[in-house]
């Protein structure tokens, strides 16, 4: 097979343990993606020696964007020269994050249909200048990081509105945002993946909830505006009466 030699290689040299390769199993893709997140080639190559590679998680997300997304921009060419990838191609759940995310973040980037449009390009630009960098339009491992933190960050501050206790608003998806991000997709009925990432669907939720919380914040208000005014109207009537009282005496 293409990676053997490789393998013998790493394995001869002590760079590649026989116990990485017995544990290989092609049916827990979640190691892939977390060799992934890690950088860990050891790994990848061993599953790639065994296993398909152009694999996609629950939520459609392939290896080489959880390499984007984690800045792992030398991994993401080692993807295309091992034939697992092709540079550029990005799948469709990992457009729609960036969609339905940079909306979240109140910069419009069209219709979110996993498709690289024009008005996404641009809205991507508009991010780009945000953090300071040159506007390309393209997906890139160069912006990806700042955004995913950014992101799960106001997340985080949404879950603590809406009752969550995750902690602090770090931008890191530690146990608290991770259980809160389980019962939140639970409760509103949204697919739980086997990990805890973040996806169009969840962000997708969280503008919903978002949405109801400012309504009944606005109800609250007109209510105690209502409130006032009636009291108001009442004292006013009181005062005209008690004034009457005094004239007649």
């Not at 590679?53 to 295309?80: C, N, P, Q």
Request: hydrophobic residues 35%; aromatic residues 8%; positive net charge.
């Amino acid at each position: 097979m293409k990676y053997a030699s490789q393998l013998c290689l790493l394995s001869l040299f002590g760079l590649f343990s026989t116990a990485t390769i017995a544990a290989v199993n092609c049916k827990d893709i979640s190691k892939s993606f977390n060799a992934t997140r890690a950088d860990n080639r050891e790994i990848l190559t061993a599953y790639a020696e065994k296993c398909p590679m152009t694999i996609k998680d629950a939520r459609g997300f392939s290896l080489y964007d959880s390499a984007a997304l984690h800045g792992r921009g030398e991994l993401m060419k080692w993807l295309v020269n091992q034939h697992i990838a092709k540079e550029g191609q990005y799948s469709p759940a990992m457009i729609k994050l960036i969609q339905t995310g940079l909306r979240y973040l109140d910069i419009d980037a069209g219709v979110i249909n996993g498709k690289l449009t024009s008005e996404t390009k641009n809205a991507i630009k508009a991010y780009q200048k945000s953090i300071g960098q040159t506007p390309t339009g393209r997906i890139s491992a160069s912006w990806l990081p700042n955004f995913y933190r950014q992101l799960v960050k106001a997340m985080q501050n949404d879950f603590s509105i809406l009752g969550y206790n995750i902690g602090a608003a770090d931008g890191i998806i530690g146990a608290g945002t991770q259980k809160a991000m389980k019962s939140f997709r639970e409760k509103h009925k949204v697919a739980v993946p086997d990990y805890p990432r973040v996806d169009d669907q969840l962000i997708y939720q969280l503008m919903l909830a978002q949405n109801e919380i400012q309504k009944q914040r606005l109800a609250k208000k007109r209510g105690r505006r209502k409130s006032c005014s009636h009291c108001k109207t009442k004292s006013l009537r009181s005062e005209k009466r008690a004034s009457q009282k005094r004239s007649r005496t």
